[in-house]
């Protein structure tokens, strides 16, 4: 049912996060996982339906004004996968600059640049689904009642938020406080990288071979931290101090590993006013 006093609101909007902020307004006792459905079908979308065209994942189709639109999504979508599709696509529905015929491939629905107006446009329709199904006040207080950081937290976040663990780590990397990147592995080689804003440049890069050492971790080891060659990971200066670096790995059988790498930055801090103190404490010549 289409809630005219959102669609009102929502007509203002030119951004992901202006539209996220005006649904959170109209329905500020939202539980997870998100009713995505209900949402979307509030905001102006008729009818969801399976899709059978070859190449795309999901589509939109909606009037030239997009005041109405219909979801099409593969029929052999997981529940999560079919979810953040529909968030992707009334992205697109809501987002006025943006057309509202669109076929997304797995990789739009993937899209994290905007070196051209089309990943642009991809880029800002999964924003939107990230912040629709994972919002921002909900899912930083899941977090933060989760405790110290661990790789385990995120399956527990995907299955909360009926997401991909793949959107949920995007998500974790996005909004949490702490130095922390993910990288997905599949048969040895890097798929994808996920660094939290504060977390030093990455040196691996995806179709990069995954470093040995993350490979020499027993299965059950999923609660440990190791220390991290900064070598294997980072591109850091030879003159700066190279911060201490710990990870977490998960594996599954199919060949998958996900691992999670962490900083102190406290810890690193402290470091730092150490190092300075002691440069200081140091005698100083010709004087
Ligand atoms: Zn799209």
Redesign the pocket.
Known sequence: MKNAALLKDLADCASPETLLAAILKHYPQLTVPIDVEAIARSAGIAEFRDLDVDGATSTLMADIAKTQGIISVAAGFSAPRRRFAIA?QLG?FLLKAQRGD?Q?TSR?LAENRRDTPHRKE?MQ?NRFAAGLLMPKPLFASFVADLGKPAIAHLPTLAAAYRVTLEAAVSRYADLTQTTCAFAFIKDGTVRLTRPSRSFPALSVRSGDPAPAAVGSTAPKEETAWFPADVRDWLSIARDVRQPRLAFQTSRKANGFQLVMLYVDAAAERRADEEAEKLANERPRFGR
């Open positions: 992707h697109h669109r997304c739009d991809e329709a």
